[in-house]
């Protein structure tokens, strides 16, 4: 890792210093042991401090969104970034000819207090970037270690009133911050629907039931188009269950209109939701 | 299911409907012009086409207050629209399945594709959702407002 | 006097008889003040409990006024009063510091608030202190001492296995009268604590005043995600909004918190927002913390408590920003 | 060197011998490698599945289940259509669903996934690979044998099954005679039963199924019928005789038709002798004198094409030698001064 | 404050009887932003729409509620009601209190209590309204018709005769379509070239009438009334103006190309007219196969052509015009058996030809002069097998649709056979023999009699042995099997889309089934109109047919066609789809779901915190958006909005029937 970390020093400070991308994304040291923290940066002089180790915890993914005025940056992708990535070109967020993904194998990160493989790491199925401009150092193919599905198998398993109850207490414990959403590569509005107060979506007041408008329409809104990074779980302070949401929608495209996992390529068809096959399951009759 | 049965003032199941314009608000029409009875819980809120339905109205409906929510449309491949049911249809199994995960009794929930003829399944299904809404009970999503960051009573 | 550690839970269970009393606790593995009751996980252990005590005085959700057209034609409108009797109880010397602040602004120079007045009236602090900050705890570096809580009625000083316990106010004095049964009038070594984060807050604020301009914004604001986290989990941060939910010709009007970190909190109609980014948002933050809060009231918005430092997805880090901004030239 | 799992069914050793050796003599020279699954099984072939479903089923998945714990990488190589039917037949279905594989592996209470491939022969020697080293080996070509390539019932259908050929007009047995350089006839009974089944209880009406495969071949210009399946080379061997006798009782000329498996053909071409190919065993007993006599035409045939091929590329030099000089000349011309001044 | 009325009916006792109509009214006045109730007898009747309209006026009512009967009955009368006051007739809301209300209930109690919720919801959501104004789309008066064959040719004379402007846009070189091709037709025998080349010249030389020959649509812009169609003529390389059509041109030429009007059974020069009759009835030159153009020899058509009217150097010819109208008649082309059907020798045969072959040899212009010789040897056959369904009702190598003309043209083929071969025999394998129509069963029993033999099976081989062609199949109502050995099999094949229909589709929004006919707006009571408005389709394009019913559809559409034309504006639905640009991310999830392609995306400026930027947004052509509202669901910002059925006014509508 620390080669990958040089790599990255000396290629980030290179092309920042030809002018050929105006800012770089990466990781810094944060002031705690094991903690990091996103490093954006316009100066070359600043690459010496990018970091690259087991606690670069952050998706920098949907960075790119708010430096489209800066013109060409570049990102280093693992593979959730790069998935983010195309999250953000496929909604037309940001323009490929703007992004330089410099794409780095990933082994997974680590708790910066507990030292344990993230939950969101556990899970993931792509360590390694989908697409990219170039690569540092050599894929590292971490298999997902936990089965993709087996959370959302397990809460199915519970009996309606225990799931019941399992998300009211999860949509009580909401203190509505929106880290979920701010994080999140899928949600991209101009507006959320939750600012728009005229619409009355919903209120500003927190309760179960407002909170669990928000968490559920959140899950409408980003569950065909999730990338599955994690980042919304990792986020919230609160420690909501929020990937057995955004996960059970995926399993159930899965299992009604076939195997389904989104960008993983630039070329990839439209999201389940926003198409249909005549011959689609039918249930309703 | 006539409610005269039901004592007066004890807890009615409460029923939105949302109906497509073209073909399941035609067949209840029809039930109408044909003096067909149902019970009196259903409210039918008209839409042009089920695909018009957003998710978002049925969780409203059901957090503040609603026992049950119906969304009906066109038969598939009957959409006035040609299309809209299709994508309703994807966007209800999608939906209706995230709202039985998170507790939701699937009666609550309630899709169902009736054409602009079909008054007797209208009316039969109508009776069919409030009898088992009825049989559940009432559902209490409406909390009051209550403090953050205190417990669950 | 003193009260050994092990009598605490009977000490609590009496005083809840009578009042409600929030203790830190472990709830669902989130870390709050609580109502106490038979089998809470009361953790007078933790540094710093996850959510602030703030909600007690200044809830998320507060319901104000009912109001409506009387079958008359006329209007009514009522007030709701929901304050109670309560303890804080276990708070930390750098929250008591908050309720402080809070009195300041909801309080003082000609604005009472009502509702934080009823309730402030009605709430008994009794403040544990610190024997072993965490890591992120630097309330020293921001003036206070993680030994001394001159606000709270009650002070409790930790030592080994019991607490050291002084009656600060009147108030307090007088409550102690329910704690008799459970004090004992012997001495106890005071374990002193000691933030082992230390910073120069020296001249921040002259030179945060200076540096509106100034181009660090830029750089911190593009990390930042613009979420709630750091002014929810921050026990000074009082910014509120007021709203209501209309029922025909009835409605409740409610405040609850809002954030400045939100693009939303100074939405203006027809789209205006003068803080339009980040990093008019993120500076914002930052100069009311350290800065303009200063100037009108004479004390610095930022108790120290390391929460945000704690909670903040990205890890922008107000300690880093106090350290940078000391060591610059501005 | 590939190495595929053999499942060499029960006409190997007896009424296939032919294919068997002559199959083993082509796999040796171009390096495959074909290792007998141990333990191999009937497979059931048409006659289980009319005792019961299941039993077709079972039989070929417990071969399949042994080629899988040898070596599941490596498909196998069954050489006979019936063998080929059966087995895939049976992958297919428990490939289908879960229930359908739960269901096979308690009946065969072995451990079994369906996870290996099932291959005829002609798919062994369809592979690219096969062909690049068949090419390379290919010593006497078999230019004087024009061969209807008789492909029977089993071996592409049913499609969903199968899915290697078009079951209609299929391609590969021709693809593999054209390398070894025989001429494969267009004809239309390439797919067309040989009653094979039906020999043994009504053979009468059904030597007809026989006897047009052997009309239309004929008729088409064939000097040879090619199989790749030992039940159709048997009934088409050995019946054609009582056929010409009838024939000859109605006072129609005899077939003069000589059958082959593919295998033997190609070994002819790599050099093999008939006795190694077993081709001296077959039912018509001209067949070894057939080969000794095409195969010298063949030789002269390839003679006289080097021979014309080189007077071809003798004119062709000669012409570009004219067009050369031409050029020359004419680029002569246009550098003299008198060019320059015209 | 909006002001709102509340108009609730008796309906006689239709409403009343069931619902406590006054005590409505009552609960009504209390409700926010109502400044009037008042009950009605007949509201519908004419003192009933006086009353109302005497409330608006003195309530200075703004928006309306009627409590009526559904508003499928009496939604339109209330629009127009409310056109005749200051009210807009969009801010009106319909309670369905006697179709879903009286009619349904017995109870009183249970009526009353339900029509009061229905009242309150519909006070709630027109509360939230806002006024919508129809515009008025003008409407050119001119329609494009996209084919012509036998559909287009009539769709266009009926237009035409009806005093509008009409282009016919014909891929061909000529007009006339498949029709022309044959010989006779169907059941009356009539000549086909006797009763279709007078159409084309009809149409050829209509006032009215501009036909665009070797043309193709490019691209269609625009909606209804409104079409900006892209045509791309060919180049012909020959003048017409100057052309006589003399012919000498043709006679001269030295190359030889396959004749595809003649299925292939002769060959044409590189100039040619398709055939006689051609309309236009000039020649083009085929520039892929001409010597002058490609290689720049020969030149022999320049040289003879008395006008001079041959330029090699002509260009295709772009062109872009407006259309109130379009007409799709496309029709359709045989499906290729060859490579489905191996069996049948997959084409190597040359006689096994297909059932439009067949019209060739047996038409007097045709390749032989209108004698049956086979293709391989110029032999008269002897023995015809005819197959029906060849590629029809066969879903596992062709179709699964029956092509529906194939029995009737198949019965034709016999007759004519042993018509003009006395002496021959015609064997004809069929699957069902569905002769519906008028004279058509007749005319199948004369074929029998005539003495074709049917029989119900199909041919599962057909191979050659000596210069026959040997038919194996099976007679299942005898279960034997066949042998026949023909000299000719003619395979009547499925017919399918024409070549291209798949784009001109998507361009125009008209759907295609999953075989890709064009689809029609409504199975029953739309035949001939399309999703698109303006667009309308006739004939085989729409799925197989014969000439009768290909004509009758023709004379549909452009009737249609006609009654779109005599308005000189449209007046639009204002109930669709409307962009917030605010909120619109140009992400275009809403351009993918619109059956319509009514929705663009557009790159617009805005200022934006006193900055001028470009983004790109959604656009929705409010010519081709139909208001189904799918677009709105899949904006998760909410920026794509339904007028006349917005999120605030429906979660009003909500929240009215569950808060109280």
């Not at chain 1, 800012?23 to 690259?52: D, H």
């Not at chain 1, 005229?198 to 309760?207: A, D, V, Y």
């Not at chain 3, 409108?77 to 309720?99: A, N, T």
Request: aromatic content about 8%.
């Amino acid at each position: 890792m620390s080669d990958i970390q040089e790599a990255m020093r000396s290629r980030a400070k290179e092309l920042l210093e030809s002018g050929e991308v105006n800012a770089v994304i990466g990781w810094e040291a944060g002031r705690f042991e094991n903690q990091t923290t996103p490093l954006i940066t316009s100066q070359a002089a600043k690459t010496q401090r990018l970091v690259f180790n087991e606690y670069c915890v952050n998706n920098l993914g949907k960075y790119p969104r708010d430096l489209t005025a800066k013109g060409k940056v570049a990102i280093f992708a693992r593979g959730c970034e790069s998935r983010a990535i195309i999250r953000l070109l496929s909604d037309e967020v940001i323009k490929r000819e703007n992004v330089y993904i410099i794409g780095i194998g990933c082994p997974g990160m680590r708790d910066r207090t507990t030292g344990e493989l993230l939950k969101k790491c556990a899970e993931c199925r792509h360590g390694d970037p989908v697409i990219y401009d170039e690569m540092l150092g050599e894929p590292q193919a971490k298999p997902a270690t936990q089965e993709r599905f087996a959370e959302i198998q397990k809460i199915e398993a519970l009996p309606r009133a225990e799931r019941e109850a399992y998300f009211t207490n999860a949509f009580s414990k909401c203190i509505r911050c929106y880290a979920c959403r701010n994080v999140c590569p899928c949600c991209t509005c101009r507006q959320c629907f939750v600012d728009q107060r005229r619409e009355g979506w919903l209120g500003k007041q927190n309760n179960i039931a407002e909170n669990r408008f928000y968490g559920l329409t959140r899950v409408m809104h980003v569950g065909d188009r999730c990338i599955e990074c994690g980042e919304c779980e990792r986020v919230c302070p609160m420690d909501l269950p929020l990937m057995s949401l955004n996960r059970k929608v995926i399993y159930d495209i899965n299992n009604l209109f076939g195997e389904y996992e989104t960008a993983l390529s630039l070329d990839e068809p439209p999201s389940a939701l926003t198409t249909y096959k005549v011959d689609d399951v039918e249930e309703f009759m | 299911m006539s409610m005269v049965e039901t004592t007066p003032g004890a807890w009615e199941p409460k029923i939105v409907a949302f109906c497509c314009h073209w073909c399941t608000y035609t067949g209840a029409d029809l039930a109408g012009l044909n003096r067909m009875n149902y019970p009196a819980n259903v409210r039918v809120l008209r839409i042009p086409c089920s695909g018009r339905m957003n998710p978002q109205y049925a969780l409203d409906a059901l957090n503040k207050g609603c026992d049950g929510v119906l969304v009906c449309g066109c038969h598939p491949g009957d959409c006035h629209y040609s299309t809209g049911n299709y994508f309703a249809r994807r966007r209800m199994l999608v939906f209706k399945r995230l709202l039985e995960y998170q507790g939701l009794e699937p009666e609550r929930f309630q899709v169902r594709w009736i054409s602009g003829a079909e008054a007797g399944k209208f009316r039969d299904t109508v009776t069919e959702v409030v009898e088992q809404v009825r049989a559940l009970g009432p559902l209490h999503l409406n909390h009051e407002l209550v403090l953050s960051g205190m417990e669950v009573e | 006097m003193i009260i050994k550690k092990d009598r605490m839970g009977a000490l609590l269970g009496t005083l809840a008889q009578h009042k409600t009393v929030f203790v830190p606790a472990l709830i669902d593995g989130v870390s709050k003040f609580a109502p106490y009751r038979e089998g809470l996980d009361v953790r007078f252990d933790l540094h710093n409990t996850k959510l602030p005590p703030k909600d007690l005085l200044f809830p998320q959700t507060q319901k104000m006024y009912r109001y409506g057209e009387t079958a008359e034609g006329g209007h009514y409108v009522e007030q709701f009063d929901e304050s109670s009797e309560r303890v804080l109880f276990g708070v930390r010397p750098c929250d008591m510091r908050s309720i402080n602040l809070l009195d300041d602004v909801f309080l003082t120079k000609g604005f009472v608030d009502e509702f934080y007045e009823a309730q402030r009236k009605k709430l008994l602090t009794v403040c544990i202190t610190c024997a072993a900050p965490a890591e992120t705890c630097f309330c020293e570096s921001m003036g206070l001492s993680p030994n001394e809580a001159p606000d709270a009625d009650i002070l409790l000083k930790s030592c080994e296995d019991c607490y050291k316990v002084t009656a600060q106010t009147q108030k307090g004095e007088a409550a102690l009268a329910d704690w008799r049964d459970f004090l004992e009038d012997t001495q106890a070594q005071v374990l002193p604590g000691k933030t082992s984060l230390r910073l120069n807050f020296e001249g921040v604020p002259q030179k945060l005043s200076r540096m509106y301009e100034d181009p660090i914004w830029d750089e911190i604001s593009t990390k930042c995600l613009n979420c709630g986290t750091c002014t929810f989990v921050c026990p000074t941060c009082y910014c509120f909004d007021i709203s209501q939910e209309n029922k025909m010709k009835e409605g409740v009007r409610f405040r609850c918190w809002d954030s400045c970190m939100f693009s939303e909190y100074t939405a203006m109609a027809g789209w205006h927002n003068p803080r339009p980014t980040k990093k008019e948002r993120v500076r914002n933050r930052f100069m009311h913390k350290l800065c303009f809060f200063e100037e009108r009231y004479g004390k610095t918005l930022c108790v120290g408590c390391g929460r945000c430092v704690e909670c903040c997805p990205v890890a922008l880090d107000i300690t880093r920003l106090i350290d940078d901004i000391g060591a610059s030239d501005a | 060197m590939t190495t595929y799992s053999y499942f060499p069914g029960c006409s190997a050793n007896s009424t296939g011998i032919s294919y068997t050796k002559s199959a083993d003599f082509v796999c040796k020279k171009i390096g495959i490698e074909l290792e007998e699954i141990p333990e191999w099984c009937c497979c059931g072939t048409s006659a289980a599945k009319l005792t019961s479903y299941d039993l077709g089923y079972a039989l070929p998945s417990r071969s399949l289940a042994l080629a899988e714990k040898l070596d599941a990488s490596r498909p196998i190589v069954a050489p006979c259509a019936g063998c080929y039917a059966a087995l895939k037949d049976a992958l297919v279905y428990a490939q289908a669903s879960k229930e359908n594989l739960e269901h096979v592996r308690d009946m065969i209470n072995m451990p079994y996934e369906a996870s290996v491939q099932v291959m005829n022969l002609l798919e062994v020697f369809s592979t690219q690979e096969a062909k690049d080293a068949l090419q390379q080996q290919i010593t006497k070509p078999l230019s004087a044998f024009k061969v209807a390539c008789y492909y029977g019932c089993a071996l592409v259908r049913p499609v969903e099954v199968c899915k290697f050929d078009d079951p209609e007009d299929p391609q590969s047995m021709d693809t593999i005679m054209r390398l070894a350089g025989a001429e494969p006839i267009d004809w239309s009974f390439k797919t067309e039963c040989c009653g094979a089944a039906q020999q043994m209880a009504v053979p009468k009406p059904s030597r007809v199924l026989i006897e047009r495969i052997f009309q239309n071949a004929e008729a088409n210009g064939a000097n040879a019928i090619v199989t790749a399946c030992p039940l159709c080379w048997m009934n088409l061997d050995m019946r054609v005789k009582a056929i010409n006798k009838e024939r000859a009782e109605a006072g129609k000329p005899a077939f003069d038709l000589p059958v082959f498996f593919f295998t033997e053909l190609l070994g002819v071409a790599l050099g093999g002798d008939a006795k190694t190919l077993g081709i001296d065993v077959h039912f018509q007993p001209g067949a070894p004198a057939f080969i000794d006599q095409k195969v010298k035409e063949s030789a002269q045939i390839e003679e006289e094409r080097k021979l014309a091929a080189a007077e071809e590329a003798r004119k062709l030099e000669e012409r570009a030698a004219k067009l050369a000089a031409k050029k020359q000349a004419k680029a002569e011309d246009v550098h003299s001064p008198q060019g320059g001044e015209q | 404050m909006s002001r709102i009325g509340v108009f609730i009916c008796y309906c006689g006792s239709n409403i009343a009887g069931t619902v406590d109509v006054e005590k409505v009214a009552e609960v009504a006045r209390t409700l926010p932003n109502v400044v009037h109730a008042e009950t009605n007898k007949y509201t519908c009747s004419d003192p009933g729409q006086a009353g109302v309209k005497a409330a608006i006026e003195k309530y200075n009512i703004d928006r309306v509620v009627m409590g009526t009967c559904s508003p499928r009955m009496h939604e339109l009368t209330w629009r127009k009601l409310l056109a005749d006051t200051p009210v807009n007739p969009y801010m009106l809301e319909v309670a369905n209190l006697r179709e879903q209300c009286s009619w349904v209930h017995k109870d009183k109690e249970v009526g009353t209590a339900k029509a009061i919720d229905l009242i309150k919801m519909a006070v709630a959501k027109v509360d939230k309204l806002s006024p919508l104004k129809s515009t008025q789309i003008p409407v050119t008066k001119r329609a494009l018709v996209v084919g012509g064959g036998i559909a287009g040719m009539q769709a266009a004379l009926d237009i035409a005769d009806a005093g509008y402007q009409v282009t016919v846009v014909e891929r061909e070189t000529s007009l006339g379509g498949k029709m022309v091709m044959l010989d006779k037709t169907f059941p009356t025998m009539d000549c086909s070239a006797c009763i279709c080349t007078p159409k084309m010249s009809e149409v050829g030389s209509h006032p009215n009438i501009t036909v665009k020959s070797y043309a193709e649509v490019e691209s269609v812009e625009g909606y209804v009334g409104n079409f900006d169609v892209t045509i791309r003529e060919k180049a012909k390389y020959i003048d017409y103006n100057l052309c006589t059509g003399c012919g000498a041109c043709t006679t001269k030429c030295p190359t030889k190309v396959i004749n595809n009007f003649e299925q292939g059974m002769s060959a044409r020069p590189a100039i040619y007219k398709m055939f006689a009759q051609a309309v236009p009835a000039k020649p083009v030159i085929d520039a892929e196969h001409c010597r002058k153009i490609q290689e720049n020899k020969c030149g022999a058509c320049a040289k003879i052509c008395p006008t001079g009217a041959i330029h090699y150097d002509d260009e295709d010819k772009v062109t872009t015009e407006r259309y109130g109208a379009i007409v799709l008649t496309t029709g359709y082309q045989l499906i290729d058996w060859k490579p489905l059907y191996p069996e049948y020798g997959g084409g190597k045969y040359p006689d096994v030809i297909t059932g439009l072959q067949f019209e060739r040899l047996v038409n007097a212009s045709g390749p032989t002069e209108g004698h049956i010789l086979r293709p391989s040897d110029g032999k008269e056959p002897k023995n015809v097998v005819i197959i029906k369904c060849v590629g029809s009702r066969d879903p596992h190598k062709g179709v699964a649709y029956c092509s529906r003309a194939c029995c009737m043209y198949g019965a034709k083929h016999a007759h004519q056979f042993l018509d003009k071969v006395p002496d021959g025999r015609c064997f004809v394998f069929y699957m069902d023999v569905r002769t519906p129509g008028k004279g058509y069963d007749e005319f199948y029993m004369n074929t029998l009699q005539d003495g074709a033999q049917y029989l119900r099976g199909r041919v599962s081989k057909i191979y050659k042995e000596g210069d026959r062609l040997v038919c194996l199949g099976e007679d299942t109502l005898t279960s034997a099997q066949i042998r026949i050995e023909a000299d000719m099999v003619v395979l009547e094949t499925a017919m399918v889309p024409a070549e291209g229909v798949d784009k001109l589709g998507s361009m125009l929004g008209v759907t295609r089934d999953k075989d890709l006919w064009l689809t029609e707006a409504h199975a029953k009571l739309r035949p001939v109109e399309t999703n698109t408005a303006g667009v309308f389709l006739a004939g085989v394009a729409q799925g197989p047919k014969d000439i009768p019913d290909t004509v009758c559809q023709a004379g549909a559409a452009a009737s249609k066609v006609i009654g779109l034309l005599n308005h000189d504006h449209l007046e639009s639905n204002p109930q669709i789809s409307r962009v917030n640009e605010a909120l619109c991310q140009g992400d275009g999830a809403c351009v993918n779901i619109c059956p319509y392609h009514a929705i663009t995306l557009v790159q617009k400026q805005f200022r934006e915190n006193s900055q001028k930027i470009t983004r790109t947004v959604a656009s929705v052509n409010p010519g081709l958006c139909q208001g189904c509202g799918a677009c709105t669901v899949t904006c998760r910002a909410g920026a794509m909005d339904l007028l006349g059925y917005t999120n605030e006014s429906l979660m009003r509508e909500v929240d009215a029937l569950c808060q109280w």
